[in-house]
């Protein structure tokens, strides 16, 4: 019965997708300023864009960081399907987490609404080793941690990453980061302060990335 009703979304889907007319559909590019507490889902739902569409046109970090109250967002194009999924940083399907970062950075720079589940899901790295190098340590992995705090990161050692400045001009780091094949997180760790809605009008911003990371030999231990 679940994959018969899975399917039957699909079919809907792709009807409704078959019946869009792409020239009654507004191009323009609008502005929307957030209010007190509101969330990127519900501007979604506010102006019937996709939450990944407003997160790569405001080259937003993460799309489920919190927004700020009066920042100006740009709100896309209106689209035949709207894309709420593919920008959300969600846990591997392998289950497979390594122990320590490769390369850096060793530090990761705590935000509003960060867990350290979440942010070891950021890092691709196990609860467990986060929790072990964090500072004090952390009894429950699902409560927010402290706002604005650098927290020790486990990294492998030796390895190294080449690091790089990037214009930043459209999606999110989980975009950037499968292209690079490093993590959301590590990027994160290489911008700290970076803040999309600084320069969300602005069209573009230089980050740091991280390229190339990889261990170096065979004897790795980790450094916490």
Same mark, same amino acid.
């Given at each position: 019965?679940?994959?018969?009703?899975?399917?039957?979304?699909?079919?809907?889907?792709?009807?409704?997708?078959?019946?869009?007319?792409?020239?009654?559909?507004?191009?323009?590019?609008?502005?929307?300023? /957030? !209010?007190?507490?509101?969330?990127?889902?519900? *501007?979604? =739902?506010?102006?019937?864009?996709?939450? %990944?569409?407003?997160? @790569?046109?405001?080259?937003?970090?993460?799309?489920?960081?919190?927004?700020?109250?009066?920042?100006?967002?740009?709100?896309?194009?209106?689209?035949?399907?709207?894309?709420?999924?593919?920008?959300?940083?969600?846990?591997?399907?392998?289950?497979?987490?390594?122990?320590?970062?490769?390369?850096?950075?060793?530090?990761?720079?705590?935000?509003?609404?960060?867990?350290?589940?979440?942010?070891?899901?950021?890092?691709?790295?196990?609860?467990?080793?986060?929790?072990?190098?964090?500072?004090?340590? /952390? !009894?429950?992995?699902?409560?927010?941690?402290? *706002?604005? =705090?650098?927290?020790?990161?486990?990294? %492998?050692?030796?390895? @190294?990453?080449?690091?790089?400045?990037?214009?930043?001009?459209?999606?999110?780091?989980?975009?950037?980061?499968?292209?690079?094949?490093?993590?959301?997180?590590?990027?994160?760790?290489?911008?700290?302060?970076?803040?999309?809605?600084?320069?969300?009008?602005?069209?573009?911003?230089?980050?740091?990335?991280?390229?190339?990371?990889?261990?170096?030999?065979?004897?790795?231990?980790?450094?916490?």
């Amino acid at each position: 019965m679940y994959f018969k009703t899975l399917s039957s979304l699909s079919l809907l889907i792709a009807a409704a997708t078959a019946t869009c007319d792409k020239s009654t559909l507004n191009t323009t590019v609008g502005n929307y300023i /957030v !209010s007190e507490g509101e969330t990127i889902a519900e *501007v979604s =739902n506010a102006v019937d864009r996709g939450i %990944c569409d407003i997160a @790569r046109l405001n080259r937003m970090a993460d799309a489920k960081l919190p927004l700020i109250r009066g920042e100006e967002l740009l709100i896309p194009p209106e689209t035949c399907t709207i894309d709420n999924s593919t920008c959300l940083i969600v846990p591997s399907k392998s289950g497979n987490y390594a122990d320590c970062v490769k390369g850096g950075p060793h530090t990761y720079y705590t935000l509003k609404g960060d867990t350290i589940r979440y942010i070891a899901l950021k890092l691709n790295i196990a609860v467990e080793a986060l929790s072990a190098t964090a500072q004090g340590g /952390v !009894s429950d992995p699902d409560a927010e941690v402290q *706002v604005d =705090n650098f927290m020790k990161v486990p990294q %492998c050692s030796p390895s @190294r990453c080449t690091v790089e400045p990037v214009q930043f001009t459209y999606g999110t780091y989980k975009d950037i980061a499968e292209k690079r094949g490093v993590t959301v997180g590590q990027i994160m760790g290489f911008n700290p302060t970076y803040n999309h809605s600084d320069d969300s009008i602005a069209g573009s911003a230089v980050i740091t990335i991280p390229t190339f990371c990889e261990e170096v030999g065979n004897n790795i231990s980790v450094i916490s």
